[in-house]
């Protein structure tokens, strides 16, 4: 910066908002939120920001200089969407900013995203936003989407819908995910059409580990039952 400090370093407090108050760009403003002395400049120069990729550069980069009151009146600055990307890169930022991004977001097909391309060092984020989704719909779409199984069953879980529990059974990627949305399936109608649809899908013999089989016996045991 030169021998001259500029104003909004003054100690000055009023010196240092006035100069904030007059400055209009955008990454300069971002500057002055990460190295402003005052807290009271840093926050100006935060409620003055408006472009989203200067806010998401600049909370990405915050790890460097803590303030999470700051922080978190940054992100609260950001849309869902872009809210968002911080979450599913976790290291952007570090684990605070990805846990108060994560707070600020509750449309069911961003959580669902952030289900499906959290990464395993985010797991405990990914199970969180399935906790969110109330939509079997968009559960039932997690599940079709997504090579977790573990957040794929807790998704399952959830759902009532038993057609949404079929689609789920029928476009899972794993076994134990559609072996686990079977189970939830008491409807002989829809077990009959995963049955016919899935013949031939699964060469294991061991039928605990064959969605196809798995549901051949549990039409069996249901339709004994009625």
Request: charged content about 25%; hydrophobic content about 40%; overall charge positive.
């Amino acid at each position: 910066m030169g021998l001259f400090k500029p104003a909004w370093m003054s100690v000055d407090v009023v010196k240092a908002l006035k100069a904030v108050e007059k400055e209009t760009d955008q990454k300069k403003l971002a500057e002055i939120a990460n190295l402003a002395p005052n807290s009271d400049v840093r926050y100006k120069a935060i409620e003055k920001l408006t472009d989203q990729s200067v806010i998401i550069d600049f909370v990405r980069a915050s790890k460097r200089h803590i303030d999470s009151a700051r922080d978190k009146l940054a992100l609260g600055k950001l849309t869902e969407a872009n809210l968002a990307k911080i979450v599913v890169n976790s290291g952007d930022g570090g684990v605070f900013i990805a846990n108060t991004a994560f707070e600020g977001i509750s449309n069911e097909p961003i959580l669902a995203d952030i289900a499906k391309r959290s990464l395993d060092s985010s797991r405990h984020i990914a199970i969180k936003a399935v906790t969110r989704i109330s939509s079997d719909n968009i559960l039932a779409d997690l599940v079709t989407s997504s090579a977790h199984s573990e957040v794929c069953c807790m998704a399952i879980k959830k759902m009532r819908d038993e057609s949404a529990l079929l689609k789920a059974s029928l476009g899972a990627h794993h076994a134990d995910t559609a072996i686990c949305a079977i189970n939830r399936i008491n409807s002989v109608a829809l077990l009959k059409e995963y049955i016919n649809k899935t013949e031939g899908w699964y060469s294991t013999p061991m039928r605990e580990n064959n969605p196809h089989l798995v549901a051949v016996d549990r039409l069996k045991r249901l339709s004994n039952t009625n």
